[in-house]
């Protein structure tokens, strides 16, 4: 039997391929093709805190979600198996082009732009996760599990490195931070990501969320906020 390898004529697929998930960019008809989504945990000292954690002795570490939990249209359906679904806003990091064992130096030059986005997290099946020793991804890499805001382009607004983070549910404060609170920052984690994988066009990174998260409500309005990048309103569906 042979096989075609690497093509991408769609008469040779023996189903039809998924869609490509995309997000809005500011300003374009055009869209930003969603490739992987890398997350950082416990990005933000005060976060790190609130989950029981020092961030003094954590090394960086990260987790997948996979192109399907991007969404846009504004809406969150409550995923089932669950009763605490938590949020966490975090900013986005859109790479338009790859590459490995990128320097430091260079990751900027790596980023097509930035968003504003939330991970959601199954939390109840997150500690239970964590106390067997198993992985998270029915917590984290659920259908829908990232909300995404429009992307705006760096060449339009630079590479932020301080800005005020703001999640607001049903319009009261729940979380509250600033970009400049960081413990990894944006050109670090790009060169940490790219020593363990070779990171392609189309890659997205949360970057870490502020202290503050805690559950949601089916109908809750969740606005975000991140100065110098965007804002996002979902509601819980």
């Known amino acids: 039997m042979s096989q075609t390898q690497g093509t991408t004529n769609a008469a040779q697929f023996v189903i039809d391929p ?28 005060a976060h790190s805190v609130e989950m029981g954690h020092d961030p003094d002795k954590e090394h960086p570490f990260f987790f997948f979600k996979h192109a399907g939990a991007a969404r846009s ?68 890499s659920f259908d829908d599990s990232a909300p995404c805001g429009v992307l705006v382009p760096a060449s339009l607004i630079g590479h932020p490195e301080h800005g005020a983070v703001v999640l607001k549910v049903n319009g009261e404060v729940r979380q509250q931070g600033d970009l400049n609170q960081m413990i990894w920052k944006v050109p670090e984690m790009i060169a940490i990501l790219s020593q363990y994988f070779e990171l392609k066009a189309g890659d997205l990174i949360l970057t870490g969320t502020p202290a503050g998260v805690g559950p949601v409500q089916r109908g809750d309005r969740l606005e975000g906020t991140i100065e110098g990048v965007g804002a996002l309103a979902v509601t819980v569906i």
């Not at 960019?25 to 000292?45: K, Q, T």
């Open 18 to 45: 998924t869609e490509r998930t995309t997000l809005a960019i500011e300003d374009s008809e055009a869209v930003f093709p969603v490739n992987r989504l890398f997350c950082i945990g416990r990005n933000y000292a």
């Open 73 to 140: 249209d504004g809406q969150f359906p409550y995923p089932p198996k669950t009763a605490d679904v938590h949020h966490e806003i975090e900013m986005v990091v859109a790479l338009g082009k790859g590459g490995r064992d990128i320097a430091v130096a260079d990751a900027l030059d790596h980023v097509f732009g930035y968003g504003v986005g939330l991970d959601m997290t199954r939390r109840d099946l997150q500690a239970e996760a964590k106390k067997a020793g198993r992985p998270w991804e029915v917590a984290k």
